[in-house]
């Protein structure tokens, strides 16, 4: 793996969000993988779980049920009462060198329920729209790292709004097969329209890079195969060369809470992880690459 040169001074802090409002695409995986990959690679990384299902705090070790309180998810730092504090106090370490991790739990519903209303009350003061208070929040941090990534949930809810707004980057995660492209189309359609409706309002959109990373791949599937194909016409470039492939080494890594970063190599079967590797760590180079391009290095 390259050392990758940290952000310097007038570098943009790159805020990169992992979305698709299909359940089970990968996003949780992308987003841990990518998070590794770079902070291996020396970057200050900071991971925001932003479903309130928290399977990335689950897989940096953190039960959302036990471990996480109140007023300790990203909904602390973006909630609309008094009791908001500093996101930079909310931040966790993980025992995974260089990346801190913004934990998520079910108190994040709470910003979907409570933007409507903040909404109406609002609107009139010129407060931080709903779309605006990721973002802010990040910008306390900002700083500190080199990198953000945000889990989104798989939904297009108040929360996955901010996140795109927030964002430099986004990377929409594809299992290729026919109900799941079906699903992204419409994912993307809904986001589109959405974001027209935030800019509208006066909203932030400038993503430096948005690609499509094919996860959970069998290549040696035909019917696969063929959706890969048809997702490299449609769009092109857009589409990341590497592909996550399936295999049971990611899936029991997610099992055991363990990536395939951390395993013992004995721990699965050789070739089996190795060929897992090579195909995340194919996507997390042309990742990497995206980002030194946008710095201009
Ligand atoms: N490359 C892969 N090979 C095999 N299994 C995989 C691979 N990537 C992810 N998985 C498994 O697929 C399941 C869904 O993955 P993940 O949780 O990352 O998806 P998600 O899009 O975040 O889901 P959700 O929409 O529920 O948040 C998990 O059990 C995970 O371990
Ligand atoms: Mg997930």
């Known amino acids: 793996m390259e050392f990758l040169p940290r952000r310097r001074p007038g570098d943009k802090l790159q805020i990169i969000t992992v979305a698709n409002f299909k359940g089970g695409s990968a996003k949780t995986t992308t987003a841990l993988y990518l998070s590794q990959y770079l902070a291996l690679a020396g970057f200050r990384v900071l991971a925001i779980d932003l479903d309130p299902q928290a399977s990335l705090s689950a897989m940096f070790g953190y039960q959302p049920e036990f471990d996480i309180g109140a007023n300790e998810t990203l909904y602390g730092a973006i909630r609309y009462d008094e009791h908001r504090r500093p996101l930079r106090e909310i931040v966790r370490p993980t025992y995974f060198d260089g990346i801190g991790l913004v934990p998520g739990n079910l108190e994040l519903m709470e910003f979907e329920h409570t933007t409507p209303r903040a909404m109406v009350e609002?609107?009139?003061r010129g407060h931080d729209l709903f779309f605006r208070r990721v973002a802010s929040a990040i910008d306390q941090v900002a700083d500190e790292y080199d990198?953000?990534?945000?889990?989104?949930?798989?939904?297009l809810g108040y929360l996955t709004m901010g996140a795109l707004n927030a964002a430099t980057a986004m990377l929409v995660t594809i299992h290729p097969q026919m109900v799941d492209v079906a699903s992204m189309s419409q994912f993307l359609?809904?986001?589109?329209?959405l974001m027209s409706v935030?800019?509208?309002?006066?909203?932030?959109?400038?993503?430096?890079?948005?690609?499509?990373?094919?996860?959970?791949?069998?290549?040696?599937?035909?019917?696969?195969?063929?959706?890969?194909?048809?997702?490299?016409?449609?769009?092109?470039?857009?589409?990341?060369?590497?592909?996550?492939?399936?295999?049971?080494?990611?899936?029991?890594?997610?099992?055991?809470?363990?990536?395939?970063?951390?395993?013992?190599?004995?721990?699965?079967?050789?070739g089996a992880y190795d060929r897992a590797l090579e195909s995340v760590d194919a996507v997390n180079a042309e990742i990497a690459q995206l980002l030194k391009k946008v710095w201009g290095r």
């Open 147 to 155: 990198v953000i990534v945000i889990d989104c949930p798989p939904q």
């Open 189 to 193: 359609l809904m986001t589109s329209d």
């Open 122 to 124: 609002r609107r009139e």
């Open 198 to 270: 935030i800019e509208e309002a006066g909203g932030r959109l400038d993503h430096d890079f948005i690609r499509y990373v094919i996860t959970r791949h069998d290549p040696n599937d035909v019917p696969e195969a063929q959706i890969v194909a048809l997702l490299r016409t449609l769009f092109g470039s857009d589409v990341l060369q590497a592909t996550v492939w399936k295999s049971t080494a990611i899936a029991n890594a997610g099992l055991t809470k363990q990536s395939l970063y951390e395993l013992e190599r004995g721990a699965v079967g050789r």
